[in-house]
């Protein structure tokens, strides 16, 4: 069992930047695959960024590409989301995700956390 608390999220300004924090908790948390999703007002849930429980290999949608930066600390089991250039269709709520897989865009990861609000005003 994997337990995952997100943070960090608020209101910015249209060109701000913000870091997400994920907190992981569980025997084996920091072998796991780890992302970022996010659903905003009215719209499905997308992928954003996942990360291997190595930190090899990174994978972003072409939304966040050149402005989000995903990154992890094993040692601490906290996933990061730094974000920056934000616009106003970045506004949505953010959801950190596990699973014991690679996560791709059409993963649906075994653990989520609540999520986190993220608002870029104009």
């Known amino acids: 069992q994997v337990q995952l608390v997100e943070s960090g999220g608020g209101l910015v300004q249209a060109g701000g930047s913000l870091r997400l924090s994920c907190a992981a908790s569980g025997r084996t948390s920091s072998t796991y695959a780890m992302g970022w999703f996010r659903r905003a007002p009215g719209k499905e849930r997308e992928f954003v960024a996942a990360?291997?429980?190595?930190?090899?290999?990174?994978r972003y949608a072409d939304s966040v590409k050149e402005r989000f930066t995903i990154s992890r600390d094993n040692a601490k089991n906290i996933l990061y989301l730094q974000m920056s250039s934000l616009k106003p269709e970045d506004t949505a709520v953010y959801y950190c995700?596990?699973?014991?897989?690679?996560?791709?865009?059409?993963?649906?990861?075994?653990?989520w956390g609540q999520g986190t609000q993220v608002t870029v005003s104009s």
């Open positions: 995700a596990a699973d014991r897989a690679v996560i791709v865009p059409t993963t649906l990861p075994r653990y």
């Open positions: 990360i291997t429980w190595s930190s090899s290999s990174t």
